[in-house]
């Protein structure tokens, strides 16, 4: 009987102590990265985000403990004999012996060989990173959305970024022949930032750049020019358009219209949002959220001719966003997001109008791959359209959520409501080669998602 008391006390305080070191060691990596990360914000001289304290402490309790407690539940949770360490671990009550039992030897070789696995375990919360689209804290996998031969795995926060770029808000999304994934985000720290931060398909980080354009990030698109590859991009603070190498070269920039007569009067605001592509080597730039004109662009960024200005009638737009060269019925068309008039509105090559969509609820930007359409709506929801344009599905579709995200716009800034499988603001979708979507979303601290095709 003694025996069994003493072994039992012992293993009580096995098990005691470990909780404890693995608790005390949690709290100490939670400190230390939010601490950091207060330091990095302070010496950017973004000051302004220290409020976002409590949103940085969230992140790291997730990327410290529960980094360890899925790493031991690979370990141990398959192992029966560990059952009783795990549960310890997990931060449950401890389930101790049974009194009545005794320890003989191999349970002693067992709890030494928990102690090196614990050891591991924890050590590698402080070093690993978070894992790129691990399994959430509740150890739920990835939402699955569309429906039929449309049906992607959501990937929320995806690509590991890196510790000298903060997420501003996510505007654009393109990818280039090798698969690199380029992100375009708009900062509102002080310090500048680049503007483009490039992953590879894995979410590994490549490089960034673009300083030039902080605080104007929008519109991003890459363009195939003999046997180089071009990025055009849209700033819209600084009122440019420009054509860069993949790694940020400038070729050219060009800035205001001096057409039409409406931009000569400097009250009148030109901020270009998004660039399309014409077969002839031209281009189009929509000034969205300027004047409402579209312009067309020889290749050579010579101005050619426009059109539009704010309306609803035919031809008019309120917000041409985004735009894309439609070919897919083997007519070449332009199809303009129209924003704020709730509808895409397609014209000629020249500008004239050719007719709506209206089944889209506030449309921001375009893609196409094949016959499929996909357009990323401000209002919660990725839509894919089929070659006639009838809407395939909505991607993460729920109108409740969508009345909640709507409702004074207040979820885009708090980043603890959102859920997985829906999303808040999607700004720009694009496909890569293997039919995977990037979305990205115009919420206050970034959101990139990869859907990842199923079928």
């Not at 698969?179 to 509102?188: A, E, V």
């Not at 500008?351 to 499929?372: C, M, R, W, Y």
């Not at 207040?410 to 979305?439: I, M, S, Y």
């Amino acid at each position: 009987m003694d025996e069994v008391k003493v072994s039992n006390s012992q293993d009580k305080r096995f098990f005691l102590v470990v909780s404890l070191s693995y608790h005390i060691l949690s709290v100490m990596t939670i400190l230390i990265d939010v601490t950091l990360r207060v330091v990095r914000e302070t010496r950017r001289g973004s000051t302004e985000n220290i409020v976002r304290i409590p949103y940085f402490l969230a992140s790291s309790i997730e990327k410290g403990p529960m980094c360890a407690l899925r790493s031991i539940r690979r370990k141990l949770f398959s192992d029966r004999s560990n059952n009783r360490f795990y549960r310890t671990f997990c931060c449950q009550v401890p389930v101790f012996m049974d009194q009545r039992s005794t320890l003989n030897s191999r349970q002693i070789d067992s709890r030494r060989s928990f102690l090196k696995t614990a050891s591991a375990a924890v050590a590698g919360s402080f070093f690993a990173p978070a894992i790129l689209g691990a399994e959430d804290k509740a150890g739920s996998k990835p939402p699955v959305l569309g429906e039929g031969a449309f049906q992607y795995e959501a990937i929320h926060n995806w690509g590991e970024v890196p510790r000298h770029i903060q997420w501003g808000e996510t505007h654009g999304v393109c990818v280039d022949s090798a698969g690199l994934i380029y992100i375009k985000h708009r900062s509102k720290t002080k310090t500048p930032m680049d503007a483009i931060v490039v992953f590879d398909p894995a979410g590994k980080f490549v490089r960034s750049f673009g300083k030039e354009y902080h605080g104007g990030g929008h519109g991003i698109d890459v363009r195939k020019e003999g046997s180089d590859e071009f990025l055009y991009l849209s700033d819209t603070k600084h009122g440019i358009v420009a054509k860069t190498s993949l790694t940020g070269e400038v070729v050219w920039t060009i800035g205001r219209p001096a057409a039409p007569e409406h931009y000569k009067d400097q009250k009148q605001r030109y901020s270009p949002t998004n660039i399309a592509f014409a077969p002839d080597g031209g281009f189009y730039v929509g000034d969205g959220y300027g004047s409402h004109f579209i312009h067309k662009y020889t290749k050579e960024g010579k101005p050619e001719f426009f059109w539009g200005g704010s309306g609803t009638e035919p031809g008019k737009m309120k917000t041409p966003h985004g735009m894309w060269l439609d070919e897919r019925d083997g007519t070449p068309k332009v199809a303009v997001c129209d924003r704020a008039n709730h509808r895409l509105q397609y014209f000629s090559l020249d500008g004239k109008h050719l007719g709506f969509v209206n089944t889209v609820s506030f449309p921001a930007d375009i893609d196409i791959q094949g016959d499929i359409m996909v357009v990323s709506d401000l209002h919660a929801r990725v839509t894919l359209f089929d070659k006639q344009n009838k809407v395939i599905t909505h991607l993460g579709y729920d109108q409740d959520w969508t009345n909640k995200v709507l409702d004074g716009f207040k979820v885009r800034t708090q980043p603890e409501t959102w859920q997985a499988g829906r999303f808040v603001h999607p700004h720009d979708a694009c496909f890569d080669q293997e039919g995977n979507l990037f979305v990205t979303e115009w919420v206050s601290v970034g959101r990139v998602s990869k859907l990842k095709k199923l079928s």
